[in-house]
């Protein structure tokens, strides 16, 4: 005998194909694939969809089933349980990651592009004031969603508006001062908003120097950074008057490690997967490192790092 379950999710599944279509639905994806730290288990369902009335569909129909949800980009900054998700990802990425520009120097993009192809085009345009962002990992939603940084700039000195998905589906768009934009954080985080395009201003200046300036700061970047190691960027975010890198290593934290999840020896505040590592190998390092540096400096450290599955990080 076929269970209700099982009927109510051949149910989803049905409804959520005439929304997306199936060959922009996995199920059962293993979220290792798909995250920069490439750690995680499956996810039951995982769509990549390719317009704003497709989210807002996707959104509205898991809300109907009761069925849990998370968006997410390219998964630079994410670690995710080794028991996977128990619900729906939407991905938003390639599908979802268009760029116009107009003579005035305004950029509209989509949330899925990648920060550095949104850099690229940008400076090919002879547009200034994006350098800084052009080796930041990770998609336009996530960036926008934790006012990204680096090298003096933000997101928000360029962003004007962004265009935003609540939890019931409502489309909203507001302005940069009503984003609350701080130090890696922004009313998306705090009212459960997901990005879903922006519009970002710049000032036209010399192609060659805008070239220039991205190829220096992405030279400090691959020397202090360790880029060829899997990991999801700083893991933690500065604490106000301090450097998170510099008090782990302080801490004699360099290279320290649990399993297969171990500190950067080449910049402190990374923490990389080593050595096939697990959600629990990373979440214990991430902890310990916490208590460790509280322990001798009485600083607790903040993860910036996003978690998607039951972690306990007290």
Do not use: W
């Amino acid at each position: 005998m076929i269970s209700m379950e099982v009927i109510l999710e051949d149910l989803f599944l049905c409804e959520l194909n005439k929304i997306i279509g199936t060959k922009q639905i996995k199920l059962k994806e293993p979220m290792s694939k798909h995250t920069s730290l490439r750690i995680g288990g499956e996810v039951d369902y995982m769509v990549m969809p390719s317009s704003i009335d497709e989210i807002k569909k996707v959104v509205l129909l898991c809300k109907n089933h009761d069925m849990p949800y998370y968006i997410m980009g390219n998964g630079s900054n994410l670690l995710v349980s080794d028991l996977g998700y128990r619900g729906l990802i939407v991905k938003l990425c390639e599908q979802f990651s268009s760029i116009s520009l107009d003579e005035d120097g305004i950029v509209r993009a989509q949330a899925g592009v990648l920060m550095s192809k949104l850099s690229s085009v940008i400076a090919r345009n002879d547009l200034a004031g994006f350098e800084f962002a052009a080796g930041i990992p990770g998609t336009l939603g996530g960036a926008v969603t934790m006012n990204a940084g680096a090298y003096g700039g933000e997101i928000k000195q360029v962003l004007l508006t962004a265009t935003v998905i609540d939890q019931d589906g409502n489309v909203h768009t507001l302005d940069n001062e009503d984003l609350q934009l701080g130090y890696r954080t922004s009313i998306l985080q705090s009212k459960n908003l997901c990005l879903l395009e922006a519009t970002m201003k710049f000032v036209k200046g010399d192609r060659q120097e805008i070239l220039d300036k991205i190829h220096d700061l992405n030279s400090k970047r691959v020397s202090k950074q360790p880029l060829d190691k899997y990991s999801a960027g700083s893991t933690f975010k500065r604490p106000e008057g301090y450097f998170a890198g510099k008090l782990i290593a302080d801490a004699g934290l360099k290279g320290y490690q649990i399993g297969g999840a171990a500190v950067s020896e080449k910049h402190c505040g990374f923490l990389i997967n080593k050595n096939n590592a697990t959600a629990m190998d990373f979440m214990t390092l991430i902890k310990e490192v916490i208590r460790i540096v509280e322990d001798k400096f009485g600083v607790r450290l903040e993860p910036e790092v996003k978690f998607l599955g039951t972690f306990d990080i007290s």
